[in-house]
């Protein structure tokens, strides 16, 4: 509604900023500028000042990954406790016929 601005609402903007600001007008605009030159380092530096504190956040503790990219990874997947079960079994037979073995060769 508002930003819908032609060429001769601009117009009129223009004249209704002479009438009111008269040789003052560039002034103004300098002022104006310098205004937002100003916010725009201002917001640049809050920006810069976040990024840093983000990084040494991070840096001092990795973000966990997504929940649910880890439940993702795991579908299908044995849990540890079953690995852990597996590997104990299959050490046991390995020990058990290492022990055969040597009783048979000894």
């Excluded at 310098?34 to 840093?52: A, Y």
């Excluded at 439940?71 to 690995?83: F, I, P, W, Y």
């Amino acid at each position: 509604m508002f930003g819908n601005f032609g060429w001769p609402e601009i117009l009129i903007l223009g004249l209704l900023g002479l009438l009111i600001f008269g040789k003052r007008l560039p002034e103004v605009g300098k002022n104006l500028g310098k205004g937002i030159v100003e916010f725009k380092k201002g917001l640049s530096g809050v920006k810069d000042d976040l990024e840093v504190a983000s990084d040494t956040r991070s840096a001092s503790r990795p973000a966990p990954p997504p929940r649910a990219r880890i439940e993702d990874q795991n579908a299908g997947r044995v849990s540890l406790d079953e690995e852990l079960r597996a590997t104990q079994d299959r050490l046991r037979a390995i020990e058990a016929e290492l022990r055969s073995s040597k009783q048979q060769n000894g």
